[in-house]
Structure formats: structure tokens, C-alpha cells
């Protein structure tokens, strides 16, 4: 795949400058991903529990949480015990789970409806329906059924976006007739229209109208493929024929993720229209979301929405993410650690809680973490504890629902904010910590209760002493200098981060807050000296002191009753290689 490979930048050029032959964009489930849309590699597992509760009589409580191991591992082994169910990650696993779990077609359909009356169009879908307003692109195909990219339109586009799907097509005669463009084509089903296509009896054929249409419209055009994998045949054959008739003429971009293997009948696919054409490849993309932000901006447009959001979504993460080099001349060591395990599946319930001042006087100081949400609540602690302080509040069941990607991109998601509320409990509870704000903790002076008030701790054979506490006078008064940090949850490609950054916090006694004007005076000259070795020992500071309190840092929630979950860091913070451009290191 080496040889086929097409750089990013390469790919935005070429989109921004295109005339005719013109670039259609192919959608798969991966663009819907961060919409908190399951892929179908998540349904999967959904459908496993489904089935093997059902069976079993075990609640599904019990594998509440999907992306842990020990329960993806139970639920196999119990399928594989059977013997008449398909091995794992095998082709046909979707279409086998999901017609074994829901046997008729409508119950499937009021399956996906349920799934996706809830999602919301990422900052991916905005910058594709501005590139469909201004004309950068004309053609949409997708083989997913929800209507993100129709929501995501304004009402005051120049142009009008044309919808099409299995039980629409006939519109296609006069949309290829008038040249009427944008056009988005679904060809599965729109959920809200169309029966949908999800087993493999259903995915077998394709729509022949739609079939001849996206052969017909390939002749002339390019293609982006982003988020889809190619496992569907109908669709694939469309896309051989069209390669086979000539067309693809503007070239075959498939768009995949760092590392990811693509299938033979993929490559082959891709090499055959390269050969043709002279153009296309594999393209190394972070999320369909970065990719139709970078195609906005390479093609100039301006939306104020947009543009705000991508500061938030975009620039945030980057302080820790450096570009690798398959062969890095130098490392650096960032402030950020990995999270490793981490709840995924809150409760969440239907309430007639008004605001978030009315949860939070519910809530209290209870062992709960809470956020409201679109009518309802997503909390996680105990679930008769959750029933018992919610009382009348709650107005429809309590069940399971599960965290996707899209949950934690955004910096004030709530789903980031119930993460934000456990670790900030347990790193009072368990930790000792005292909180300033929401994310900000200090050592509390740990001469009050007679200990030293240096921590030693040894790292590659080094030993170190960080004091833990220092004496300062400011105009005549004492105060008290606490070692402290500040941290953010970032996601970035798939992976949660936690980000430490060491502070220092002014106490009046090693415990009580100093007032503002002297936490100033005196914060701020220290922090400003700390560079390089000084940064590098509170960050070793922090983790070995945290560590020497539970060895992998964990955080557990609720910390002082019955654990019900925990966010468990990796063992260290995360490097990042350098590259030399012109003579120089940079990042």
C-alpha cells in the first residue's frame, strides 16, 4: 500500500483547485462516528449482549460497559461455545448479530431510529454542507441511513441540497436530466423514509436505479471515500464497473486511519483506478471531521459558527501532539497521560428536572455523577442510590446507554463533565487533595499533621525531593507556597488523555487560600521560572506522588461507598518523536 499512499496536503490541494473532472465524497459509517452514532463494529458487541442476556437471564447490567476486556471476552466465549455462530470479526458478524438479535425487518428499523433520533451533525457534517452551498462539491454518496448531513444545511444555502434514496430514485431522471446539483444519495435507506438495508440478504443487491446512477456519475467525476471499509459487494461491484467503463476518471482517494489494514478487494480496487487515471491512493486521515474541516479552510470559506467551533474541537488538543517520524531523531516527553480503561456506559433516564441548578441541588455532595442531556439524565454511581435521590424526578426507566466518540470531543460535553466530576471526587477523597475550582489541586501542608514536608521519590536511578510545601514571607506575612496541578481531558484519534499541568497554589496556613492579590504576586514569578528541569520534576513529582497512593493511578467512583467504576491512567506519560526540517528540531 506503500506505493499508493497519497499524503493530505497532496489531497486538499487538488480538492480546493479541482474544475472538471470534479471530486464526489463517499461516506461510510466512520463519518458518523463522532456524531455518537455506534459503528457497526460497536453494534456488534451490543447485539452479542442482547442476545446472550436474553438467553442467559443475566442482567445486562452486568456488561453495562462494552470496551472492557473481561466482558467482550465472556460474551465470545459463550458464542463460541454454540458452534453456529461466526468467528470473531468475521465479514458476515453485523449481518448475522443483528438479523439473529431483531429476526424482523422492522424491528430492525425501530432499532437504528431509536439509535439515531438522538445524534446531532458533527463540525464534519457544517463544513461538507458549506462546501455543497458554495459549490466545491456536487455529489454525496453514503451507504448510512441517518439525515446528519441534511441537518446540518442552513436554511439560507444558495444551494439547495437534492435527497435521494431507494424509495426516491425515480427523482434521479430528472436530477441527472436538469443536472440539478448538490445531490446526496443514500444508498441503504434514509431511516426516516426508506426500508433499510442491514443484513446480508438486504445488502446483496443494490438499488439497480442507484446502482446505474453512481456508475453513470463516476464516468466523469473522482471520489473521496472516507469512513467505510468496503465490506459491502453491492456497492464495491458498483464500483469496479464503473472503474471497468472508465470511469473514476478524476481518481479513487481512500481515506484511512493511522495503521489501519485495507482489504485485498480494496487495494486492488484503488491500484486499478491509479493505473488509469494517474490519480488517487491511500490517504492517512485523523477523523472524518479534521478531514472536512481542513477541506473548508484549503478552500477559504468563512463561517463564523464553524470557525469557533473548530477553535474549541481543534486547537485545544494539539498542545501535547507533535508529528512522529517513522524513524523519530528525538523524543520529547509530553504532559500527558494516557487513559487506559474508563466508563463508557452511564445510566440515563427521561426527567422532568428543569435546569442544571435544580440537578445540582438534587445531587448535593450524594456519590453521584449527573448531567442533563437533552430531557434526560446520564448519571453513574449506584442505580438504586440513583432511583432513591431522583425519586419522583425520574419519568421514564433507568437503562444502559453507551459512550461514543463523539461524546468526548467536545471540551463541555456532558459526558466530559461527569468524567471531570469522578476524578475530581476521588482525587479528594482518595488522593487527599484539596480543590481550587474544578480542576485545580494542592497538596494540603503536610506539616499540619506532623509529616515531613518533602516527597523523595527515585526515577532511572535519580533521586529527587520535591518540598511539598514551602514558607514564603510577602510584606511582612507568612504564607504558604502548595505544590499543585491543574489538568484537561483531551480526545484525540480514538484515545482520552489526561493533560497535567503543575501549579502552585498561596495558603495563608498550608491549607486556608491566601487572598487573590497575594496568590498573584507570589504564584506567578515561581511558575514563570519553572522551565525545562523544573517543569520536568514537578511532572515527576505528580505522577510518582499520585502513584505511591494507588499504583496504576486510578480513579474509582464513587471513592468512599461501592465502587461502581473506575479511569485507570497508563504508567506513563506519553513521548512524541521530532523531526529536522532545514537544520532545525521541530516539533
Not at 491 to 502: N, S
Amino acid at each position: 500500500m506503500s506505493s499508493l499512499r497519497v499524503v493530505l496536503p497532496d489531497l486538499l490541494r487538488t480538492f480546493s483547485i479541482q474544475d472538471v473532472p470534479r471530486l464526489m465524497l463517499f461516506l461510510g459509517a466512520g463519518a458518523s462516528a463522532h456524531a455518537s452514532i455506534p459503528t457497526a463494529a460497536d453494534m456488534i458487541w451490543m447485539f452479542k449482549r442482547e442476545i446472550y442476556c436474553s438467553d442467559t437471564g443475566i442482567s445486562k447490567e452486568a456488561f453495562r460497559d462494552l470496551s472492557v476486556e473481561r466482558n467482550r471476552r465472556r460474551l465470545q466465549e459463550y458464542f463460541d461455545s454454540k458452534g453456529d455462530f461466526p468467528p470473531q470479526e468475521a465479514d458476515s458478524e453485523y449481518s448475522f448479530y443483528f438479523e439473529r438479535c431483531y429476526p424482523v425487518s422492522e424491528d430492525r428499523r425501530s432499532f437504528i431510529r431509536q439509535l439515531l433520533q438522538q445524534c446531532k451533525p458533527t463540525i464534519g457534517h457544517e463544513c461538507l454542507a458549506a462546501l455543497l452551498a458554495q459549490g466545491h462539491c456536487d455529489w454525496v454518496w453514503t451507504t448510512n441511513f441517518d439525515d446528519l448531513v441534511e441537518r446540518a444545511e442552513r436554511s439560507d444555502t444558495p444551494r439547495r441540497l437534492y435527497h435521494v434514496g431507494p424509495e426516491s430514485r425515480e427523482r434521479l431522471d430528472t436530477i441527472l436530466a436538469e443536472r440539478c446539483v448538490p445531490v446526496l444519495v443514500k444508498l441503504h435507506g434514509d431511516y426516516r423514509y426508506d426500508k433499510l438495508q442491514n443484513t446480508d440478504g438486504e445488502l446483496q443487491f443494490l438499488d439497480e436505479k442507484l446502482r446505474a446512477s453512481l456508475v453513470q456519475v463516476s464516468k466523469d467525476n473522482g471520489l473521496i471515500v472516507i469512513g467505510y471499509s468496503g465490506r459491502d459487494q453491492s456497492v464495491m461491484s458498483a464500483l469496479e464497473a464503473s472503474v471497468a467503463a472508465g470511469g473514476l476518471r478524476g481518481g479513487l482517494y481512500w481515506c484511512v486511519r493511522e495503521g489501519e489494514q485495507t482489504r485485498r478487494q480494496v487495494e486492488t480496487l484503488v491500484r486499478r483506478v491509479v493505473q488509469k487515471a494517474g490519480r488517487g491512493g491511500f490517504v492517512e486521515v485523523t477523523s472524518f471531521d479534521d478531514l472536512l474541516f481542513r477541506l473548508y479552510r484549503q478552500c477559504d470559506l468563512k463561517d463564523a459558527q464553524i470557525d469557533t467551533k473548530a477553535e474549541a474541537l481543534f486547537e485545544q488538543r494539539r498542545p501535547f501532539i507533535f508529528v512522529t517520524e517513522t524513524k523519530p531523531r528525538n523524543t520529547i516527553k509530553v504532559n500527558a497521560i494516557k487513559v487506559m480503561e474508563y466508563p463508557t456506559t452511564p445510566y440515563r433516564f427521561l426527567t422532568s428536572i428543569k435546569n442544571w441548578q435544580e440537578l445540582r441541588d438534587i445531587v448535593d455532595h450524594r456519590p453521584i455523577a449527573a448531567g442533563l442531556l437533552h430531557g434526560h439524565v446520564l448519571a453513574f454511581g449506584n442505580r438504586e442510590r440513583i432511583r432513591s435521590v431522583f425519586g419522583d424526578k425520574i419519568t421514564g426507566p433507568i437503562e444502559l446507554s453507551d459512550i461514543r466518540p463523539g461524546d468526548l470531543i467536545r471540551s463541555d460535553s456532558v459526558t466530559i463533565g461527569l468524567l471531570y466530576d469522578m476524578i475530581g471526587q476521588s482525587l479528594a477523597d482518595k488522593y487527599g487533595l484539596f480543590r481550587l475550582g474544578r480542576r485545580t489541586f494542592y497538596v494540603v501542608d503536610p506539616a499540619i499533621s506532623s509529616r515531613a514536608r518533602e516527597f523523595r521519590f527515585q526515577h532511572q536511578g535519580k533521586q529527587f525531593s520535591i518540598p511539598m510545601a514551602v514558607d514564603r514571607d510577602w510584606c511582612g506575612q507568612r504564607v504558604i507556597v502548595n505544590e499543585a496541578f491543574s489538568y484537561q481531558l483531551g480526545f484525540h484519534e480514538g484515545t482520552l488523555w489526561l493533560i497535567l499541568r503543575p501549579e502552585v497554589v498561596v495558603t495563608s496556613d498550608g491549607q486556608v487560600l491566601a487572598p487573590v492579590e497575594q496568590r498573584r504576586a507570589i504564584a506567578n514569578p515561581i511558575l514563570s521560572q519553572r522551565y525545562n528541569m523544573g517543569a520536568h520534576e514537578r511532572l515527576l513529582f505528580w505522577f510518582y506522588y499520585l502513584s505511591s497512593i494507588t499504583n496504576p493511578i486510578s480513579f474509582v467512583f464513587p471513592s468512599r461507598y461501592d465502587p461502581s467504576v473506575q479511569i485507570v491512567l497508563d504508567t506513563h506519560y506519553a513521548f512524541s518523536s521530532q523531526r529536522e526540517v532545514s537544520g532545525k528540531w521541530t516539533p
